[in-house]
């Protein structure tokens, strides 16, 4: 960071773009090559404030709420379009800001604009019920309403992505907010507020602050006029900032990463499993808080599945976003290989074999912050490497004998976000997946999921559900309207 008398306007507050009032930037770096993406004002807490003050003026006004759900819709439908046409501008921000492959940061994108989509089609049709109170001459009937200032903190590793999960569903019902992005990929959040201000959303709904999360994001989780916060993230903040919301009794939305189990039996379709494993634990460089880097397998089959999962990890070229032969890019920073560097070491340490990766990869990728495709094998449930979340491109292998074996394997984990089951026998496959305590599960496949259905974890990953109707509910109030048409005297306390 550094001060700047011409800090860029970067910030969004109550409709105008300004610089941080410090004057203080940062400077964006591509982790594949380190070179300068561009440069953001670096907001303060005080900035922060200001643009929930900004958001509490712009709900209290009614404006946006007070638009009929319809053309909530409309605006929503809008921002899908607006994704499609400037799609390589998108993609080509994101894919700059975290160093995934442009390939990847374009199917992102498709992804994004359906969630806008899907928020857009469905924000007029859950306007609340009648209930039946038994009497003729009551109207009780249940409405929805905005909850109101939604404080929103997303990740590095899908930052528009996770965005679109909170903003879209958030507009849909009516909500201001102000949200803060990663301090290390906020391009495409600004790409988004001026796709929003262009369309004209009312001054103070939306707001954007930029800056690391213990300056810039605290006062989401603890400002008395923020209603809910939404973060999105590792275990150890998600569990701040549920404390620190907890003395305002504030609604919480965590989705805190997974250790998910990817479990193949020995009837499964022998190609495909070792396909979707490399996809479940190497894609996006395992940086997906759904990746299958617990690989439990068969062991009648194990050591040929291995050694196939190995000799293809060796395969995959690494290299930056515009490098058309690399198959997965680098992680985010230096600081986060080093994490994950420790993370093997330790798992090693502990018992594990290292059959591949375990490195920063060759001399073509000492600029960037590159981890080569990795596999620990002779791995047990005591293990800090299958206990903990390493998020890279790691996979640790654990085997079984027996389907309830498997089930206990996949369920000793302290997380419960994501799992697959892999069988051609779907009495198998019935039986496992009722039975993974995981928010999603895959059945013969690894990773896709649709904004119409819930995504969220059990245990420690997280609170609540993104996506889908429940996605919805997460940003409204109900209430209940009871309504006598024939009011008359009680007669409970009589005249005396």
């Known amino acids: 960071m550094s001060d700047n008398a011409q800090a860029p306007a970067t910030l969004y507050i109550d409709g105008r773009w300004v610089p941080s009032s410090s004057g203080e930037t940062r400077t964006i770096v591509c982790p594949a090559d380190g070179t300068e993406v561009g440069v953001v004002s670096e907001a303060t807490a005080a900035d922060t404030e200001v643009a929930i003050a900004a958001a509490r003026r712009a709900f209290e006004r009614g404006e946006w709420a007070s638009t009929p759900a319809v053309e909530r819709g409309d605006l929503l439908l809008s921002v899908a379009d607006e994704l499609v046409r400037r799609k390589d501008e998108f993609a080509r921000a994101e894919a700059l800001d975290t160093g995934k492959r442009l390939v990847e940061a374009e199917g992102d994108m498709d992804d994004i604009a ?10 007029d049709q859950h306007p609340g019920r009648l209930v039946d109170a038994g009497d003729p001459s009551v109207i009780s009937k249940v409405v929805y309403e905005p909850i109101g200032v939604c404080g929103m903190i997303t990740p590095w590793n899908f930052p528009l992505l996770q965005a679109s999960w909170k903003i879209a569903p958030a507009l849909a019902c009516g909500n201001s907010f102000v949200i803060k992005p990663s301090e290390m990929t906020p391009h495409t959040t600004i790409l988004i507020l001026d796709v929003l201000d262009k369309l004209g959303l ?8 930029l800056g690391d999360g213990k300056t810039v994001g605290a006062p989401l989780s603890s400002h008395p006029d923020v209603d809910l916060v939404s973060f999105t993230g590792g275990l150890a903040t998600g569990r701040a ?14 989705e805190l990463g997974g250790k998910n189990p990817n479990v193949v039996f020995a009837d499964a379709d022998f190609e495909a499993a070792v396909d979707n494993a490399l996809n479940a634990g190497f894609l996006d460089s395992g940086l997906v808080c759904s990746a299958g880097t617990r690989l439990v397998i068969e062991e009648s089959i194990a050591e040929r599945f291995v050694d196939e999962l190995v000799s293809r990890a060796e395969g995959i070229v690494m290299g930056g976003p515009f490098d058309e032969k690399a198959e997965t890019g680098p992680l985010i920073s230096a600081a986060h ?5 420790d993370y093997v070491e330790r798992g090693v340490s502990a018992g594990a074999t290292l059959r591949t990766g375990g490195n920063w990869g060759g001399p073509e990728h000492e600029k960037g912050f590159f981890y080569a495709p990795t596999v620990l094998v002779g791995c047990d449930r005591d293990n800090p490497a299958v206990i903990e979340e390493g998020f890279g491109p790691v996979i640790t292998v654990e085997t079984f004998s027996t389907e309830a074996e498997a089930i206990e394997i996949a369920n000793s984990t302290e997380y419960g976000l994501a799992g697959a089951v892999w069988t051609s026998d779907s009495g198998t496959a019935n039986r496992v997946s009722r039975a993974l305590r995981h928010g999603t599960i895959w059945i013969n496949d690894y990773h896709p999921y649709v904004p119409q259905a819930e995504w969220g974890g059990f245990k420690m990953s997280g609170i609540g559900r993104e996506l889908g109707p429940t996605g919805l509910e997460e940003y409204r109030e109900a209430k ?4 006598n048409t024939e009011p008359a005297v009680s007669g409970w306390f009589p005249k005396k």
Request: charged letters at 20%; aromatic letters at 10%; glycine letters at 8%.
């Open 480 to 483: 209940h309207i009871y309504e």
């Open 337 to 341: 290989r080093d994490k994950v560097t």
């Open 241 to 254: 900032i549920a404390a620190a919301a907890a003395p305002g009794i504030k609604k919480v939305a965590l």
């Open 202 to 209: 009312p001054a103070g709904v939306a707001n954007l602050v």
């Open 114 to 123: 359906a969630c806008f989509r899907f928020y857009g089609k469905i924000a």
